[in-house]
């Protein structure tokens, strides 16, 4: 699991670019729970989000999962290999499996999420 990442309750994380953009993905616990992707449904570009809003939906072979938004910001890219490849998810949950990127309205939020070592705690708790 990255250190350098933030990760929320429902399983999200969040890895900053620089600039005020953070690209967004779920955790390798998240899509080993969901198992092997189908679908993922993005949102549209320059979406705005609210931190804990619902983004996007990630459909596997066992379930429809929704995707919150870790922070609120609005969508300046999203990671278009997923509409033909979805499994990256599943591949490389924290690389090429990556969602969205968020311009970030407030990097403070950043601080109400788990570091790695919270989140792994947490896991750890729930399973």
Do not use: C
């Not at 350098?4 to 080993?32: C, M, N, S």
């Amino acid at each position: 699991m990255p250190s350098e990442l933030k990760f929320t309750a429902t399983h999200e994380w969040v890895r900053p670019e620089g600039d005020g953009i953070y690209t967004v993905g779920i955790t390798d616990h998240a899509q080993q729970m969901l198992g092997d992707m189908v679908f993922v449904d993005l949102p549209e570009l320059e979406r705005v989000t609210e931190a804990g809003e619902e983004f996007a939906v990630a459909e596997s072979v066992k379930a429809a999962s929704d995707v919150y938004a870790p922070i609120s910001g609005v969508v300046v890219a999203i990671n278009e290999d997923l509409e033909l490849s979805p499994e990256l998810v599943n591949n490389d949950p924290y690389g090429d499996g990556w969602l969205i990127q968020i311009k970030a309205d407030d990097e403070g939020e950043l601080d109400e999420l788990l570091d790695a070592e919270g989140y792994q705690e947490f896991t750890t708790e729930e399973d």
